[in-house]
């Protein structure tokens, strides 16, 4: 090796000539010197079995070669939602995002050197609140799997009761999820029915369910499968009327025109923010909404909190971190979550998408996908042996497609449409096996009518050629 | 060098808000999509409230804030147990690739090869960093990662008929996070005490463990930045016990190649991604947590893990005794990959120097700081320490009233930022500083005179120290009206309207 090779490019104090100075300052003979009261029995004089380091170059090449295997969903065209949606990101978001001032920044413990983040935290609580019509939002959660986890605690925190109902139809990693941050706190997880011509949460069902041990009920809208819930008021009604606390779990871009949590009569909102400006990535990081209504909720709320001040002299303007004593760092064991490191730049893409887009934009938006899904419905219908939807109800944005009738398996349509450079539907069958061979379809504004022929032709071939 | 930060003061964005404006359009050009595509009774009644602003003044908006916002590309940010080491630009660059950016997790896995591939080797490459058989993703924080660390040992034990077991043991110098995740996921905290020379107390850890001992969470280094060199002994007390040992990988930038955490005895090792391996902490997240488990505990990682059978990458889901989900699809993949690329710059040797002289720029700064005058290094004072060191302002305090808080308000004059204040709680006036390994000798020796000046405006009783900071955005800030009830405002609608 080289002698310039052996100084890191990340590393100034690398070079040898340099250490020395410090070490000499120091009077320590050696780096090894530092490092002698590990005890001999557990130091790895093998140094680390992992390949060594490649130049910047040869990474780059390296990952890339490996990335270039990847179809991504520019590659293919992609009707996969159920959780993480395609949209397009305004470059505007990208742009500010990579600015380091933001990008490598930690948490604001030091408010006055941090106020950037802090206002911007500040306006992503407010637009939130603004899109939920809710009182209160906090700074942002993992996602909104572990926000409905957070909110299922905050419920039995508030009422002092022990069991959370979800509807049947939930996302299954949501729930699954769900399931992690209710066994320790010994939470009962109770499904109530929905319609199985609606899709609607069955109203009988969940009178025989609530009870005084109900802390909260959870309503989705839309629902995982995209249908709206027709008895969403009722429902609201019931658990209010129980004393129990409803929660409500919402995609944001649906607010653009949908009744909103508030509206619905929502205690705590949760979500997911991916749609609002943030790449799909894999599935993540991804972007937990959360907000509350009414003081008494808020001292529960988890997570940081950011609120508007001013500067000691009264005389400007400023932001810092809110009613902290809820948090690890300083209640520790007695926290209301162990939330410590968020999803804070996401929440600044979604404040900048929110206002980018607007009332009118984010309104359009919605009714461009509420017109999309309107068009695949319609396209998808035609074709023998199809059902789209499976329920009876008003869907945004996604839909189940059943093709029980057709003869052939969801996993074997999607072969078939890989083949054609399409990536069909999630496969329902595993997760909701009463459905029968249903995939779930998800329609954005990154889908053009053109594309739904496509699908709709594909689909025709694979099916036999045949319409209805 | 003098700083001093922008002060645009700024209005919110809302203000900026005139009606008719637009900063994007979602919908082609050519398309009308009106509100009559959706059925009246679904529709909000009330208007939607967000501002009306063009594309320019959300990116002058942005930018002018960005300004007011402190990183680790603007200077020296040696926040102890944080890690805020360079983010190399190639890591960002990468991760930013369309083929990353665009992919959706559920996508048939013949078509996600490439980056299956990649979440394998980061995964194999981070397990054999800290000793450990086999790694999980998916947790997207640290706290995340220590949460599902807490559900393995819950499960493993409950599997072995060892459901009574409901205590987890804390040292005293523990992270906030460790306690509130223990009592999250149930269990009881136990604290013990350090001994004088800064490490666990044995003797309190053997009146402590028993049982009802689930396990012991530990960070090592610890966050004196001391090796807890009884580590061994530690391990063994707990196992003897029936508990198992949880490594807090917070502090792992001072060993990487030095000692592994599975060598010491640790079954379940959490690392923070958005720390050691140097991806962007953006304000406060995204992170992410992977966790480690020795061979006992790997039947019990989340689904699904990264597998490879010789010819393909997959997704397995077939675990019959996992935990399940801890969050929604596979972990923060663009984080992970960023480390990844890392870890690939870094390599084996590069790792160790990176420890090294993390090791070395903590300890250099240590020296020089404890010679300041009202500053001292409490526990251990012979004793090297790791990645980073606790200083003690508590006779600044005593002979000057100045206290480390103050001390840190007006090192923002300076452009750094200040170490992380009142942490660990077994430290007076603690300051707690981890300078890392991407830090040069000068910005070390600025800090150096930086102390030096604070001293002595200290005890020259200076108004210049007591009004600080002056260089910032804004002066310092009344941190008591943003708590109190009644001047609270936590949106721009507060106090709100729905209340």
Same mark, same amino acid.
């Given at each position: 090796?080289?002698?310039?090779?052996?100084?890191?490019?990340?590393?100034?104090?690398?070079?040898?000539?340099?250490?020395?100075?410090?070490?000499?300052?120091?009077?320590?003979?050696?780096?090894?010197?530092?490092?002698?009261?590990?005890?001999?029995?557990?130091?790895?004089?093998?140094?680390?079995?992992?390949?060594?380091?490649?130049?910047?170059?040869?990474?780059?090449?390296?990952?890339?070669?490996?990335?270039?295997?990847?179809?991504?969903?520019?590659?293919?065209?992609?009707?996969?939602?159920?959780?993480?949606?395609?949209?397009?990101?305004?470059?505007?978001?990208?742009?500010?995002?990579?600015?380091?001032?933001?990008?490598?920044?930690?948490?604001?413990?030091?408010?006055?050197?941090?106020?950037?983040?802090?206002?911007?935290?500040?306006?992503?609580?407010?637009?939130?609140?603004?899109?939920?019509?809710?009182?209160?939002?906090?700074?942002?959660?993992?996602?909104?799997?572990?926000?409905?986890?957070?909110?299922?605690?905050?419920?039995?925190?508030?009422?002092?009761?022990?069991?959370?109902?979800?509807?049947?139809?939930?996302? &299954?990693?949501? =729930? $699954?999820? !769900? +399931?992690?941050?209710?066994?320790?706190?010994?939470?009962?997880? #109770?499904?109530?029915? @929905?319609?199985?011509?609606?899709?609607?949460?069955?109203?009988?069902?969940?009178?025989?369910?609530?009870?005084?041990?109900?802390?909260?009920?959870?309503?989705?809208?839309?629902?995982?499968?995209?249908?709206?819930?027709?008895?969403?008021?009722?429902?609201?009604?019931?658990?209010?009327?129980?004393?129990?606390?409803?929660?409500?779990?919402?995609? &944001?871009?649906? =607010? $653009?025109? !949908? +009744?909103?949590?508030?509206?619905?009569?929502?205690?705590?909102? #949760?979500?997911?923010? @991916?749609?609002?400006?943030?790449?799909?990535?894999?599935?993540?990081?991804?972007?937990?909404?959360?907000?509350?209504?009414?003081?008494?909720?808020?001292?529960?709320?988890?997570?940081?909190?950011?609120?508007?001040?001013?500067?000691?002299?009264?005389?400007?303007?400023?932001?810092?971190?809110?009613?902290?004593?809820?948090?690890?760092?300083?209640?520790?064991?007695?926290?209301?979550?162990?939330?410590?490191?968020?999803?804070?730049?996401?929440?600044?893409?979604?404040?900048?998408?929110?206002?980018?887009?607007?009332?009118?934009?984010?309104?359009?938006?919605?009714?461009?996908?509420?017109?999309?899904?309107?068009?695949?419905?319609?396209?998808?219908?035609?074709?023998?042996?199809?059902?789209?939807?499976?329920?009876?109800?008003?869907?945004?944005?996604?839909?189940?497609?059943?093709?029980?009738?057709?003869?052939?398996?969801?996993?074997?349509?999607?072969?078939?449409?890989?083949?054609?450079?399409?990536?069909?539907?999630?496969?329902?069958?595993?997760?909701?096996?009463?459905?029968?061979?249903?995939?779930?379809?998800?329609?954005?504004?990154?889908?053009?009518?053109?594309?739904?022929?496509?699908?709709?032709?594909?689909?025709?071939?694979?099916?036999?050629?045949?319409?209805? | 060098?003098?700083?001093?930060?922008?002060?645009?003061?700024?209005?919110?964005?809302?203000?900026?808000?005139?009606?008719?404006?637009?900063?994007?359009?979602?919908?082609?050009?050519?398309?009308?999509?009106?509100?009559?595509?959706?059925?009246?009774?679904?529709?909000?009644?009330?208007?939607?409230?967000?501002?009306?602003?063009?594309?320019?003044?959300?990116?002058?908006?942005?930018?002018?804030?960005?300004?007011?916002?402190?990183?680790?590309?603007?200077?020296?940010?040696?926040?102890?147990?944080?890690?805020?080491?360079?983010?190399?630009?190639?890591?960002?660059?990468?991760?930013?690739?369309?083929?990353?950016?665009?992919?959706?997790?559920?996508?048939?896995?013949?078509?996600?090869?490439?980056?299956?591939?990649?979440?394998?080797?980061?995964?194999?490459?981070?397990?054999?960093?800290?000793?450990?058989?086999?790694?999980?993703?998916?947790?997207?924080?640290?706290?995340?990662?220590?949460?599902?660390?807490?559900?393995?040992?819950?499960?493993?034990?409950?599997?072995?008929?060892?459901?009574?077991?409901?205590?987890?043991?804390?040292?005293?110098?523990?992270?906030?996070?460790?306690?509130?995740?223990?009592?999250?996921?149930?269990?009881?905290?136990?604290?013990?005490?350090?001994?004088?020379?800064?490490?666990?107390?044995?003797?309190?850890?053997?009146?402590?463990?028993?049982?009802?001992?689930?396990?012991?969470?530990?960070?090592?280094?610890?966050?004196?930045?001391?090796?807890?060199?009884?580590?061994?002994?530690?391990?063994?007390?707990?196992?003897?016990?029936?508990?198992?040992?949880?490594?807090?990988?917070?502090?792992?930038?001072?060993?990487?190649?030095?000692?592994?955490?599975?060598?010491?005895?640790?079954?379940?090792?959490?690392?923070?991604?958005?720390?050691?391996?140097?991806?962007?902490?953006?304000?406060?997240?995204?992170?992410?947590?992977?966790?480690?488990?020795?061979?006992?505990?790997?039947?019990?990682?989340?689904?699904?893990?990264?597998?490879?059978?010789?010819?393909?990458?997959?997704?397995?889901?077939?675990?019959?005794?996992?935990?399940?989900?801890?969050?929604?699809?596979?972990?923060?993949?663009?984080?992970?990959?960023?480390?990844?690329?890392?870890?690939?710059?870094?390599?084996?040797?590069?790792?160790?120097?990176?420890?090294?002289?993390?090791?070395?720029?903590?300890?250099?700064?240590?020296?020089?700081?404890?010679?300041?005058?009202?500053?001292?290094?409490?526990?251990?004072?012979?004793?090297?320490?790791?990645?980073?060191?606790?200083?003690?302002?508590?006779?600044?305090?005593?002979?000057?009233?100045?206290?480390?808080?103050?001390?840190?308000?007006?090192?923002?004059?300076?452009?750094?930022?200040?170490?992380?204040?009142?942490?660990?709680?077994?430290?007076?006036?603690?300051?707690?500083?981890?300078?890392?390994?991407?830090?040069?000798?000068?910005?070390?020796?600025?800090?150096?005179?930086?102390?030096?000046?604070?001293?002595?405006?200290?005890?020259?009783?200076?108004?210049?120290?007591?009004?600080?900071?002056?260089?910032?955005?804004?002066?310092?800030?009344?941190?008591?009206?943003?708590?109190?009830?009644?001047?609270?405002?936590?949106?721009?609608?507060?106090?709100?309207?729905?209340?």
């Amino acid at each position: 090796m080289g002698w310039l090779s052996a100084v890191h490019p990340y590393i100034p104090n690398s070079d040898n000539g340099i250490r020395k100075r410090l070490l000499e300052e120091i009077g320590v003979g050696s780096v090894d010197q530092l490092f002698q009261d590990i005890p001999n029995s557990i130091r790895s004089n093998a140094g680390l079995a992992i390949p060594r380091k490649l130049s910047e170059m040869e990474t780059r090449r390296y990952v890339e070669a490996s990335l270039a295997k990847n179809q991504s969903t520019r590659d293919i065209l992609s009707f996969l939602g159920a959780g993480v949606w395609p949209h397009h990101v305004p470059a505007a978001i990208d742009s500010i995002i990579s600015r380091g001032e933001f990008l490598t920044s930690y948490t604001p413990y030091q408010p006055e050197i941090s106020q950037g983040m802090l206002q911007s935290m500040f306006e992503y609580q407010s637009l939130i609140c603004d899109l939920t019509e809710m009182d209160y939002a906090n700074a942002s959660l993992y996602d909104w799997s572990t926000a409905l986890g957070e909110a299922a605690r905050m419920t039995v925190r508030v009422t002092e009761r022990n069991e959370f109902i979800v509807p049947h139809y939930i996302h &299954p990693e949501r =729930l $699954g999820t !769900l +399931k992690n941050y209710c066994d320790p706190a010994e939470i009962q997880i #109770v499904a109530v029915a @929905q319609d199985r011509r609606t899709g609607a949460v069955d109203l009988s069902d969940l009178r025989r369910k609530v009870s005084d041990r109900t802390a909260g009920v959870y309503l989705e809208w839309p629902s995982f499968l995209g249908f709206m819930d027709g008895s969403c008021d009722e429902v609201a009604d019931l658990a209010h009327k129980n004393g129990s606390l409803l929660v409500v779990g919402c995609e &944001p871009t649906s =607010l $653009g025109s !949908l +009744k909103t949590p508030g509206e619905l009569g929502a205690d705590i909102a #949760v979500g997911e923010g @991916q749609p609002l400006g943030n790449h799909m990535n894999y599935g993540g990081p991804l972007l937990g909404i959360f907000a509350c209504k009414g003081e008494g909720l808020l001292r529960h709320m988890p997570g940081r909190i950011i609120g508007s001040t001013t500067t000691q002299d009264g005389q400007q303007v400023a932001y810092c971190m809110a009613l902290q004593t809820r948090e690890q760092h300083i209640r520790r064991g007695k926290a209301t979550s162990n939330i410590c490191t968020n999803e804070t730049l996401l929440a600044l893409a979604a404040a900048m998408y929110l206002s980018l887009l607007g009332p009118a934009g984010l309104a359009e938006l919605s009714a461009i996908i509420a017109k999309r899904t309107a068009y695949a419905i319609e396209q998808l219908s035609t074709l023998r042996g199809v059902k789209a939807p499976e329920f009876d109800a008003f869907h945004y944005m996604e839909f189940t497609v059943n093709f029980d009738r057709a003869g052939k398996k969801v996993s074997e349509i999607n072969e078939a449409l890989l083949e054609a450079g399409i990536q069909g539907g999630l496969d329902l069958s595993k997760h909701f096996p009463e459905l029968g061979q249903t995939a779930l379809y998800c329609f954005t504004e990154v889908h053009t009518e053109r594309d739904i022929d496509m699908l709709r032709d594909e689909l025709r071939v694979i099916l036999g050629g045949q319409s209805n | 060098m003098t700083f001093a930060q922008a002060k645009w003061n700024e209005p919110s964005i809302n203000q900026l808000s005139e009606h008719g404006k637009v900063g994007y359009h979602a919908v082609p050009t050519d398309e009308r999509a009106t509100v009559d595509f959706i059925p009246k009774t679904l529709r909000r009644s009330r208007p939607l409230a967000l501002p009306e602003v063009s594309e320019i003044e959300v990116i002058r908006h942005y930018t002018r804030l960005s300004q007011e916002n402190f990183g680790v590309d603007l200077g020296l940010y040696p926040l102890g147990s944080c890690t805020m080491k360079y983010n190399p630009k190639v890591c960002d660059l990468i991760a930013a690739s369309q083929k990353i950016q665009e992919l959706h997790p559920y996508q048939d896995q013949k078509t996600v090869q490439g980056i299956l591939a990649l979440l394998y080797e980061a995964s194999d490459r981070l397990a054999k960093i800290v000793g450990v058989e086999k790694m999980t993703l998916q947790p997207a924080a640290g706290a995340q990662g220590e949460y599902t660390g807490l559900m393995l040992i819950r499960a493993y034990q409950h599997d072995r008929n060892e459901g009574y077991r409901d205590e987890i043991i804390v040292p005293d110098s523990a992270h906030g996070t460790n306690p509130a995740s223990a009592a999250m996921a149930g269990y009881k905290v136990v604290e013990v005490r350090s001994n004088p020379s800064g490490c666990v107390d044995t003797d309190a850890l053997k009146s402590a463990v028993g049982r009802r001992t689930a396990g012991l969470m530990i960070t090592n280094p610890n966050t004196l930045g001391i090796f807890e060199h009884e580590i061994l002994e530690i391990a063994g007390l707990v196992h003897d016990a029936g508990g198992l040992l949880y490594y807090d990988g917070a502090n792992l930038n001072a060993i990487m190649g030095k000692a592994k955490p599975g060598d010491m005895g640790f079954d379940i090792v959490h690392l923070n991604l958005h720390k050691t391996f140097a991806t962007p902490h953006g304000g406060g997240g995204p992170g992410s947590g992977p966790v480690g488990v020795t061979s006992a505990l790997t039947s019990y990682l989340p689904v699904p893990t990264v597998e490879f059978d010789g010819k393909k990458y997959y997704l397995d889901y077939n675990k019959p005794k996992t935990i399940g989900k801890i969050r929604a699809f596979h972990g923060n993949v663009a984080v992970v990959l960023r480390a990844y690329a890392y870890i690939l710059l870094h390599g084996a040797e590069g790792l160790e120097t990176a420890s090294d002289v993390a090791v070395l720029n903590a300890n250099y700064l240590a020296q020089k700081l404890r010679r300041v005058k009202g500053f001292s290094l409490p526990f251990a004072e012979g004793v090297p320490r790791k990645h980073e060191f606790v200083l003690s302002a508590s006779q600044l305090l005593k002979e000057t009233g100045v206290s480390a808080l103050q001390v840190a308000k007006r090192l923002l004059d300076f452009g750094v930022h200040p170490p992380t204040v009142y942490f660990p709680l077994i430290v007076e006036e603690a300051m707690m500083m981890e300078p890392t390994e991407t830090v040069s000798k000068q910005e070390l020796d600025a800090m150096v005179r930086a102390f030096q000046k604070i001293s002595d405006e200290a005890y020259a009783a200076s108004d210049r120290l007591k009004t600080a900071p002056h260089a910032t955005s804004v002066t310092r800030i009344d941190e008591a009206k943003a708590n109190r009830p009644k001047t609270m405002k936590l949106t721009w609608r507060s106090p709100p309207t729905t209340a």
